[in-house]
């Protein structure tokens, strides 16, 4: 069965779970260096835990426990497979890695205006939600089961709600500690991926 998921896919599942191994036994030290750090933030003890650029990449395969790390997974398992198979490997690739960074701008932007305690953000989740905009985008129709509660519903709706859902958590400053907003910029980025190379608005046909 796991053969059977499209190689990118498969790929950025095991080196996931190859990194949350290694987050189990080297610790905090990954966090330092790999984690989301917003702009404002210090150096913590003798190694600097700032923002560096790099971060916006290495930041998407570290996860903060178990269950935040196979709730990505699966959800990269039953939405990604099939985009990778619509995208093609390269422009699958491209695409979620572009989620992954718009997730992580709109993380650094929403705690910039906050001007809260600086914390990392990780996580798969804004390439996750991405995927599964494109999910929504190119299987409208496709049944989609909510795990909690278990309601059937088109891709196009369960799309939507999560949208809603992540903006009203968000705003509300619902379940601290959960980045919302980076969730709905990896949506965004996705969108605008998907506009730029169908030449939709707000991007002109390339002739």
Do not use: K
Request: overall charge positive; charged content about 10%.
């Amino acid at each position: 069965m796991f053969l059977s998921i499209p190689p990118v896919t498969r790929t950025l599942i095991i080196v996931n779970l190859a990194v949350f191994l290694l987050q189990e036994v080297v610790g905090d030290a990954l966090l330092i260096w790999f984690a989301l750090w917003p702009l404002h933030s210090l150096a913590a003890g003798p190694v600097p835990a700032v923002f560096q650029p790099w971060q916006l990449i290495s930041y998407g395969f570290l996860h903060g426990s178990i269950v935040h790390l196979l709730f990505n997974m699966l959800g990269l398992y039953m939405f990604g497979s099939d985009i990778e198979r619509v995208f093609g490997q390269r422009r699958y690739l491209v695409y979620y890695f572009t989620c992954v960074v718009t997730a992580g701008i709109a993380q650094l932007v929403v705690l910039a205006m906050s001007g809260g305690p600086p914390y990392p953000t990780l996580g798969a989740s804004g390439g996750v939600f991405g995927v599964l905009l494109a999910f929504g985008m190119y299987f409208p129709r496709r049944i989609v089961v909510l795990i909690f509660p278990p309601i059937p519903m088109p891709a196009w709706l369960f799309v939507i709600v999560f949208g809603a859902l992540e903006l009203y958590l968000g705003i509300t400053q619902t379940l601290a500690g959960v980045a919302h907003f980076a969730h709905l910029g990896g949506m965004l980025g996705g969108y605008l991926m998907i506009q730029y190379w169908r030449g939709r608005p707000p991007f002109r046909r390339r002739g």
